[in-house]
């Protein structure tokens, strides 16, 4: 009987052992378990680089390396057509054309824009209802090639005209040439420069001709002005200076002939006072011109804009 006591409190003992080392157990699992669900989730670092549009992209719109940015993507979500870091350079893209509109942050695909040279880049280049005119430079009249694809530039043309006699004056003597030069085209955007439609970084090229974009009454002045002078080009800064208006005298269309257009011209003799105004002429483009009435004994002298009819 004692001998089965002492049997019956030994396997109590290895039981309660045995489970005190089973809950030990248990419970370090349990913390284990606390310990890797509060653990942050590690999030794979994305090892390959998209070209995307760094800022929103209109269609039409020349592209500069400026417009284009690397951005790191989730390797699952890259596109086949996607242009990856490594393959190309945003300057490779720059003069190409956008197809459509893309905006900011989004990928850029070879799809969505067009290559210079390629069938349709100059339809792509034209917003709607605009014409392609080229015109003849040389390096001085050309800015000497540091006028790219994208630079928006006023047109000047140089011209002579000759002396006209004042009224009345039957012995005018010899007629005297005068040279005017005359901005006739404010702000129109360059798409082309000779037959290259690109232009690389840091390299000026000395072109022969320049391609603008222009509404259709635009491209009838400047083919009168090719004949009438020398044509010469202004290049206007990014930013607009204080008296600068977009567009505020490009638009003499027919459907707009109301359109205040702002001249602007000088005149030879307001570069040296050895050259005399032309008759006629104010150094503002007035009328000098004066005409004598005769009333009976009395004559007066008066200007023909100030004269009424009696």
């Known amino acids: 009987m004692r001998s089965r006591t002492v049997i019956l409190l030994l396997v109590a003992l290895v039981l309660a052992g045995g489970t005190t080392m089973m809950a030990r157990a248990w419970l370090a699992s349990q913390r284990a378990a606390v310990k890797q669900e509060a653990a942050p989730i590690a999030v794979p670092t994305p090892s390959k680089s998209v070209l995307i549009a760094r800022s929103s992209v209109q269609r039409g719109q020349i592209l500069r390396p400026d417009d284009l940015a690397w951005e790191p ?50 339809a792509a280049v034209l917003h709607p209802g605009m014409r392609a005119v080229s015109v003849p430079v040389t390096v001085t009249s050309g800015i000497a090639g540091f006028v790219f694809p994208g630079d928006q530039v006023d047109l000047l043309v140089t011209y002579s005209v000759q002396d006209r006699p004042p009224p009345g004056q039957t012995n005018p003597g010899p007629l005297v040439d005068h040279k005017i030069s005359e901005t006739v085209l404010r702000d129109i955007r360059v798409i082309a420069i000779d037959q290259r439609l690109d232009s690389k970084a840091g390299e000026a090229v ?4 320049a391609t ?8 009838e002045i400047i083919a009168l002005a090719s004949e009438m002078g020398k044509l010469s080009l202004s290049l206007r800064s990014l930013v607009p200076g204080p008296g600068d208006l977009k567009h505020d005298v490009n638009d ?21 006072p050895l050259l005399s105004s032309p008759a006629g002429k104010t150094a503002q483009g ?10 009976g004994g009395q004559s007066a002298v008066t200007s023909p804009t100030t004269t009424k009819q009696q």
């Open 252 to 272: 003499l269309s027919a459907e707009a002939p109301s359109t205040p257009r702002s001249e602007t011209y000088t005149l030879d003799s307001d570069l040296s």
């Open 73 to 122: 993507w989730p390797e699952g979500g890259i596109d086949k057509n996607y242009i990856l870091l490594g393959t190309r350079t945003p300057e490779a893209y720059a003069g190409w054309v956008a197809r459509q509109p893309i905006t900011a942050g989004e990928p850029l695909t070879e799809a969505k824009i067009i290559a210079p040279g390629n069938r349709g880049f100059l």
């Open 286 to 295: 007035g009328s000098d011109a004066s005409v004598t009435i005769l009333r």
């Open 206 to 209: 000395v072109a022969k001709t």
């Open 212 to 219: 603008f974009e222009v509404t259709p009454k635009q491209s």
